[in-house]
């Protein structure tokens, strides 16, 4: 994908979309790491409109009513697991807290994208090797769980 026809993304709250059924919504869930500590709530997922796909967890941590709060961007490669109540990722929270910081103004940039991708070590969702995630049982990532 070149820069030319490359497509922001958006979150999912804030698109045409909505999800389908609402026992497969993953917001508000907690975020464990490898190590099964907590990370925060994922606050938003975004979604990538040109292929109807989910590809980041925005995940809040910190803070209360909003203030002082720290986003984290999770490549939606990293889920390992997910249960009624929490979403597993394959980092641990030292890891993750390393990331690319949140800038409001980069976040739709795509080196943005490029370096949270590398940064977890995962191949960009536009490479031509990329295949996107399955996860065994209900898969709240495939096909049509939002519309």
């Known amino acids: 994908m070149t820069d030319a026809n490359f497509d922001t993304l958006v979150k999912l709250r804030a698109s045409d979309q909505t999800v389908a059924n609402r026992k497969n919504d993953i917001r508000g869930r907690r975020v464990v790491d490898k190590d099964h500590q907590p990370l925060g709530k994922i606050d938003a997922l975004l979604l990538d409109e040109k292929e109807n796909k989910i590809r980041f967890l925005e995940v809040a941590s910190g803070g209360f009513l909003g203030l002082g709060e720290a ?18 990722i394959s980092q641990s929270a030292d890891h993750v807290a390393g990331a690319p910081a949140y800038d409001p103004a980069l976040v739709n940039q795509r080196h943005f994208w490029e370096n949270t991708y590398g940064y977890y070590g995962m191949m960009p969702f536009w490479s031509p090797e990329y295949t996107y995630p399955t996860y065994p049982g209900e898969d709240p990532l495939a096909g049509k769980w939002y519309r």
Do not use: C, G
């Open 71 to 88: 986003k984290s961007f999770i490549p939606i490669d990293a889920i390992t697991k997910i249960t009624e109540d929490e979403v597993h």
